[in-house]
Nanobody, 121 residues
């Protein structure tokens, strides 16, 4: 059974930093795209950062230059380093990985349970 388990969320003041981790188990994702989504209250879930199997990355415009996504395939883990946090970064952050038969984040992607990030002003 595939599991994605996030950790590292919490409460931080504006301008601070957090690092989220997502440990995958049940299968290896070294050949798959992984990513981080977030959902703020009343908003749709949005892609924050994605990373391919070759560690090519892409980011939402709102986090470019502040967030960094990276992966350790030996540990089957993906990370999100969040710097210069703003109150509008508040939300539940979800780890995602390409689903069965996919290499990209499609309709069958796997999801973690989410971790809350709250940035106070």
């Amino acid at each position: 059974q595939v599991q994605l388990v996030e950790s590292g969320g919490g409460l931080v003041q504006a301008g601070g930093s957090l690092r989220l981790s997502c440990a995958a188990s049940g299968r290896t994702f070294s050949s798959s795209r992984m990513g981080w989504f977030r959902q703020a209250p009343g908003n749709q879930r949005e892609l924050v950062a994605g990373i391919t199997k070759d560690s090519s990355t892409d980011y939402a415009d709102s986090v470019k230059g502040r967030f960094l996504v990276f992966r350790d395939n030996a540990k089957n883990t993906v990370y999100l380093q969040m710097n210069s946090l703003r109150p509008e970064d508040t939300g539940v952050y979800y780890c995602a990985a390409a689903g069965p038969g996919e290499v990209d984040l499609g309709a069958r992607m796997y999801w973690g349970q989410g971790t809350q990030v709250t940035v106070s002003s």
